[in-house]
């Protein structure tokens, strides 16, 4: 996966979530084009998880900039479908050189029970740029767009901060209407001449 793919899948997933938050119909096509490139950018993981690099994973979404010196990647191991478990490889990279220790929560949303994995051990003095390996395994209930959302603390002489991450899980089919809306909006946007009976040219909206 090249570092073109990965940057275009984590802005994919920041807008999805922009749509699915904001709730507006009018946002329904351009999120069905956003879970297409999504279902691109993460393909069959064939390697070793552990092995894999950070920078080959997918940055979580988070709220703001604003936060502790850490990053969090993840990876999905296969194509999420309902009633099947699923692990999600996480991976905590700390960005800052004098950090006392990094723990952390996850959890599952309506629809996606996480069934492993919901706390984060604590990690004491973690090094700038170390690797922290961290594996939830959920379960999804249905197809649909859900989210796993991870909170991590960093403690330090500053004081005790936390920063929260979202992970969207796309399951089967994901929402099939907007699939569904995105193509007739895209077929319409061609002009399609049809004839009344005034012999005025009508075009299709």
């Known amino acids: 996966m090249t570092s073109t793919r990965i940057s275009r899948a984590s802005w994919a997933v920041a807008v999805m979530l922009i ?24 393909p069959h993981v064939t390697i070793d998880p552990t092995t894999r690099s950070p920078q080959d994973m997918v ?3 988070t709220p703001g900039k604003a936060g502790p010196p850490v ?43 996480l069934i492993e994995g919901a706390d984060l051990a604590h990690v004491e003095k973690p090094a700038s740029g170390a690797v922290i390996r961290h594996v939830v395994r959920v379960l999804p209930k249905e197809d649909g767009i859900f989210t ?16 929260v991450y979202s992970i969207p899980v796309i399951v089967g089919e994901g929402l099939p209407e907007r699939t569904a809306q995105a193509e007739v909006a895209e077929g319409s946007t061609r002009p399609v001449p049809a004839q009344s009976a005034a012999g005025t040219a009508l075009q299709t909206h």
């Open 59 to 61: 940055a979580a979404v």
């Open 71 to 113: 990053e969090l990647k993840y990876e999905l191991r296969e194509p999420p479908q309902a009633g099947q478990l699923l692990d999600v490889d996480i991976a905590v990279v700390p960005d800052a050189p004098q950090i006392d220790r990094i723990y952390g929560k996850f959890q599952g949303g309506p629809g996606l029970d």
């Open 148 to 163: 796993v959302s991870a909170a991590v603390t960093v403690d330090s002489v500053n004081g005790s901060m936390t920063r």
């Open 19 to 42: 749509f699915s938050l904001a709730g507006c119909g009018s946002g329904s096509d351009s999120a069905a084009k956003m879970e297409a490139r999504y279902r691109k950018a993460h």
